[in-house]
C-alpha cells in the first residue's frame, strides 16, 4: 500500500536541543497529521495542518504543511524525556467522504537526559 | 467512560484457534479502522468502516474478518490464528469530515504461539 517517506527513522539526542523530521509524498495532500505514540499506548494527534504554507504550534511543536502539498516537518524545540516516542505523520486527501489516512514509518526518538 | 476502549490489552493465543478483539467507542463515530503496528511496517491498515453494516477491505485483510452490527462496536476476528498475526492490533474512530484525524485505542497486543 501507498506509504509516506518519513526521515529520519530514529534519532538520539541530548535533552535541551531541538529536533526536526519530515514527511514526503508523491501525492498531494488536502490534510497533514502528526501523531505521537507513547510506549504502550495507541498514537495521539499532535498537529493537523489543512493548507500549503501552514505553519502551526502546540507548544514546543511546530508543523509546516509543505507548499507543494506533498511535504510537511515538525520541529521540537528545548527536547524534554517525555518526548520520547514514535512520531507518525498522516496524510489525507478528503476526497469525497474519504476518510482513509495514508501513515509513514515513524520516527523514533530517544532523548538522553 | 468516553472515548475509545479495546479488550483484551493482552492475548496468548495457540495457532489454529479463533481469536476476537473487540472496539468500542462512545462517540457514535461513524467511522472505525482496524490497524495492526510491527516494526519496519509502521501501521497498517487491516479493515475499516463508513457506518453500521458497511465494512471494507484495508491494506491487509487476509485472514481476518470483521462485522458492524452496531454503530459503537467494531470486532476483529482472527478465523484460525497464525504466527504472522502476531502483532499489536489497535482500533481507531473518526467523525464524518472531521478534521482532526482518528482517536486511538491503547491497543490489544497478541501473541500466536
Known amino acids: 500500500g501507498q506509504q509516506l517517506n518519513q526521515s529520519p527513522q530514529s534519532m538520539f539526542i541530548q535533552e535541551g536541543e531541538d529536533v526536526s523530521m519530515n514527511c514526503t509524498s508523491s501525492s498531494i495532500f488536502n490534510t497533514w497529521l502528526w501523531y505521537k505514540q507513547d510506549p504502550g499506548e495507541g498514537p495521539v494527534l499532535l498537529i493537523a495542518l489543512y493548507k500549503a504554507g501552514e505553519l502551526t504550534s502546540n507548544g514546543r511543536l511546530t508543523a509546516q504543511f509543505g507548499i507543494t502539498r506533498k511535504d510537511s516537518f515538525l520541529n521540537i524545540s528545548a527536547s524534554i524525556p517525555s518526548d520520547v516516542g514514535i512520531y507518525f505523520c498522516a496524510g489525507q486527501f478528503n476526497a469525497g467522504n474519504n476518510r482513509k489516512l495514508i501513515w509513514g514509518l515513524g520516527t523514533s526518538l530517544a532523548v538522553n537526559p | 467512560d468516553a472515548g475509545i476502549t479495546q479488550s483484551p490489552r493482552y492475548k496468548i493465543t495457540e495457532t489454529g484457534r479463533q481469536v476476537t478483539l473487540m472496539c468500542h467507542q462512545t462517540w457514535s463515530h461513524s467511522y472505525m479502522f482496524w490497524y495492526r503496528q510491527d516494526l519496519g511496517h509502521g501501521l497498517r491498515l487491516i479493515y475499516y468502516?463508513?457506518?453500521?453494516?458497511?465494512?471494507d477491505k484495508g491494506e491487509v485483510p487476509d485472514g481476518y474478518v470483521v462485522s458492524r452490527s452496531k454503530t459503537e462496536n467494531f470486532p476483529l476476528t482472527l478465523e484460525s490464528a497464525t504466527r504472522s498475526q502476531t502483532s499489536v492490533y489497535f482500533c481507531?474512530?473518526?467523525?464524518?469530515?472531521?478534521?482532526?484525524?482518528?482517536?486511538f485505542g491503547s491497543g490489544t497486543r497478541l501473541t500466536v504461539v
Open positions: 481507531a474512530s473518526s467523525e464524518d469530515y472531521s478534521p482532526y484525524g482518528y482517536t
Open positions: 468502516s463508513a457506518a453500521a453494516d458497511i465494512t
